[in-house]
């Protein structure tokens, strides 16, 4: 990992319509290069935090930079960042070809046919290019989606938990192939998960989160090693190891 902070999160403060506050102050950086997983249970800001990143929600208060710059206020669609939910969100009524060649071709890129192919090549799409998304499985959808996403050539990629919706074996296929996709390409990927053992099978660096706040943001060696509280010890290193014993009787059954 390249110890260059592609993102600076200064003293990020969410709170919605004069309620408590659900980010709570949050400092961290995000390395050039780097694959970092935001974890924490539902409710915890996970989402809240991508929002602000990708600039659809405003911080309450705080500043984002980006490669040094200040993009706080700047237009999502100026961010150079992309997104992948849960829900596919794909155009049902267009191909998949041009669900991805869709947004090139509004931008006016000359070439965007070629690029679109060459983008479903990487993703194995190539065969499906002119089904809709109705004929595809849930794991087809996601990787259509995450095309669609890379097709603008984003230097930041943010997971909102995309993989949640499939089945495991789907999962597992999945994650590993975000995780290639990562290393070929060299993008910045944020991941947000609930799972303690997706978080450690792909990451860097691991930010755990409760209730708005960062417990400690380490490697996943790092945070076995020192948990750096009680809760850290018990969210994430216990339920690892029931998900890693889930995940073998999984694996011996099928
Ligand atoms: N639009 C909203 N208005 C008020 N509260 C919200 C809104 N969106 C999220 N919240 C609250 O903010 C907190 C964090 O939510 P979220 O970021 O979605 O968590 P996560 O993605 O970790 O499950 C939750 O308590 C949620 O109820
Ligand atoms: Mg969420």
Redesign the pocket.
């Known amino acids: 990992m390249q110890e260059v902070k592609k993102l600076e999160i200064i003293n990020l403060c969410k709170e919605y319509d004069g309620e408590d506050f659900v980010i709570k102050n949050i400092s961290f950086d995000v390395f050039d290069g780097e694959f970092l997983s935001i974890l924490g249970s ?1 409710g915890c800001g ?2 809240t935090v991508l929002r602000m990143l990708i600039g659809v929600l405003n911080p309450t208060s705080g500043k984002i930079l980006k490669d040094g710059k200040d993009i706080t206020e700047v237009h999502p669609s100026k961010r150079g960042m992309g997104i992948v939910f849960q829900n596919y969100a794909l155009f049902e009524n267009m191909t998949v070809f041009m669900n991805v060649a869709y947004a090139l071709k509004i931008h006016k890129i000359p070439n965007y046919k070629e690029q679109t192919d060459d983008i479903l090549r990487r993703l194995g799409l190539e065969e499906l290019r002119d089904k809709k998304p109705a004929e595809l499985s849930g794991g087809q959808q996601q990787r259509v989606a995450i095309a669609r996403t890379m097709a603008l050539k984003p230097d930041i990629i943010l997971f ?2 995309p993989l949640s919706a499939l089945d495991v074996s789907t999962r597992l296929l999945l994650r590993n192939e975000i995780k290639a996709l990562q290393k070929e390409s060299g993008i910045t990927m944020i991941y ?1 998960t609930h799972d303690q053992e997706e978080a450690f099978a792909m990451s860097d660096r691991i930010m755990v989160m409760k209730e708005g706040e960062i417990q400690q943001i380490a490697s996943p060696e790092e945070l076995v090693e020192k948990p750096a509280n009680e809760f850290v010890k018990e969210f994430v290193i216990d339920n690892l190891q029931m998900k890693i014993d889930a995940l073998a009787k999984y694996r011996r059954n099928s």
């Open positions: 539902s996970k989402t909102d938990e947000v």
